[in-house]
Nanobody
């Protein structure tokens, strides 16, 4: 069984920063891709960012709305990743979910962490 746990959410004023973290744990589990999604009230879940490990190194991907503001990273050799969020805006208020894909294409999701940016 693989568990995915997010942390670091909270409330921050517009223009501020937050750093989310995500850890995937499970026997013999290796995370190849770690991604963040978010879902605002009454909206569909939206892709935020992803980081993938392959033989050639790490590759990052970002949703258009967060490019230049968010940075995704992961700890070397660990199933832990981070999402540094800068210049936050009220429209970024959402539940942020971490998802990870293992080497066999198996996907796991966390329970989500709330990020609130008051207007």
């Amino acid at each position: 069984q693989v568990q995915v746990v997010e942390s670091g959410g909270g409330m921050v004023q517009a223009g501020g920063s937050l750093r989310l973290s995500c850890t995937a744990s499970g026997r013999s589990f290796t995370s190849k891709t770690l991604a963040w999604f978010r879902q605002a009230p009454e909206k569909e879940r939206e892709f935020v960012a992803a980081i993938t490990w392959s033989g050639g190194g790490l590759t990052t991907y970002y949703g258009d709305s967060v490019k230049g503001r968010f940075t995704i990273s992961r700890d070397n050799g660990q199933n832990t990743g981070h999402l540094q969020m800068n210049s936050l805006k009220p429209e970024y208020t959402a539940v942020y979910y971490c998802a990870t894909r293992g080497t066999y294409g198996d996907d796991y999701w966390g329970q989500g962490t709330q990020v609130t940016v008051p207007s």
